[in-house]
């Protein structure tokens, strides 16, 4: 999917997102923790994705999208943000 049409629709969710690494200024694209096997070279791009924030649980949806050169997203991963323990 275009990253483009991809935000657009996070847009109409109302949900936020923004852009965390790019490699065109040096950043560094990291391994996917759920799919560290993934091969990243082609990736240029990886934004964050904020969801819904559970204050029962304290745990905030997170998902780092994966967008290739050519401007596809080409990988979504659960990232979520746990509590500190103890």
């Not at 109302?14 to 065109?24: A, E, F, H």
């Not at 799919?35 to 905030?60: C, H």
């Amino acid at each position: 999917m275009a990253a483009k049409n991809f935000f657009e629709l996070v847009g109409r969710l109302g949900l936020q997102y923004r852009l965390d690494r790019d490699r065109s200024v040096g950043a560094v694209i990291p391994e996917p923790r759920w799919n560290p096997s993934m091969d990243t070279s082609g990736i240029d791009k990886v934004y964050v994705v904020e969801g819904a924030y559970d204050e029962a649980t304290q745990v905030t949806e997170r998902y780092r999208i994966y967008v290739s050169r050519a401007g596809q997203v080409v990988y979504i991963e659960n990232n979520f943000a746990y509590p500190p323990i103890g």
